[in-house]
T-cell receptor
Framework: SQWGEENLQALSIQEGEDVTMNCSYK?????VQWYRQKSGKGPALIIL?????REKRSGRLRATLDTSSQSSSLSITGTLATDTAVYFC???????????FGLGTRVSVFP | DPKIIQKPKYLVAVTGSEKILICEQY?????MYWYRQSAKKPLEFMFS???????DNQTASSRFQPQSSKKNHLDLQITALKPDDSATYFC?????????????FGPGTRLLVL
């Protein structure tokens, strides 16, 4: 599998706190994409980081990529209740053009 | 206005029956995809189409057949349904079938096979 052994992680935090989630991947990728999926909706891309970038910021989001350890992280600063969702990282699939997703991290932000 | 339409939103089927999941995108994209999301499993890539041609098939079973009647349509026919097919099926599209092209996902069709 593309991913290391992992279960769906769950984090519960209060509004205003910062949160960081991690993922690791097994095979080479030129891009790591982070998606957010809210309840009852499809995933939506929130930030994309390429292999020649170590860090990428977009508003309250910050993604990092360490190609040597094949890991990526997503941080959200000053969380809002509306950030409640499952967050997935996704990479290229070496055998096809579709994305390979990890199990994700469920983030619950309480007011 | 929703840019990717999937119909129906919910679907209940009996084992052994056949169903068609509908997907239409109004983003002007040339590539379309199907993914499946089952309980406790990662979102799983199934098929990709580019300019109405099948590019990749990652499903092991021939019971899953994508159908593209128009450039912006990619339906999914599932035959001889099994309870294990119960999942939410997502259609997605991107401008081209290139690494790094943003894929936009539809709202999904939740299928329950009894």
């Amino acid at each position: 599998s593309q991913w290391g052994e992992e279960n769906l992680q769950a984090l519960s935090i209060q509004e205003g706190e910062d949160v960081t989630m991690n993922c690791s991947y097994k095979t080479y990728t030129t891009v790591v994409q982070w998606y957010r999926q809210k309840s009852g909706k499809g995933p939506a891309l929130i930030i994309l980081i390429r292999s020649n970038e170590r860090e990428k910021r977009s508003g309250r989001l910050r993604a990092t990529l360490d190609t040597s350890s094949q890991s990526s992280s997503l941080s959200i600063t000053g969380t809002l209740a509306t950030d409640t969702a499952v967050y997935f990282c996704a990479t290229e699939n070496n055998y096809a053009q579709g994305l390979t997703f990890g199990l994700g991290t469920r983030v619950s932000v309480f007011p | 206005d929703p840019k990717i339409i999937q119909k129906p939103k919910y679907l209940v089927a009996v084992t052994g029956s056949e169903k068609i999941l509908i997907c239409e995108q109004y983003l002007g994209h040339n590539a379309m995809y199907w993914y499946r999301q089952s309980a406790k499993k990662p979102l799983e890539f199934m098929f990709s189409y580019s300019y109405q041609k099948l590019m990749d098939n990652q499903t092991a079973s021939s019971r899953f057949q994508p159908q593209s009647s128009k450039k912006n349509h990619l339906d999914l026919q599932i035959t001889a349904l099994k309870p294990d097919d119960s999942a939410t099926y997502f259609c997605a599209s991107s401008q081209e079938e290139d690494w790094g092209d943003t894929q936009y996902f539809g709202p999904g069709t939740r299928l329950l096979v009894l």
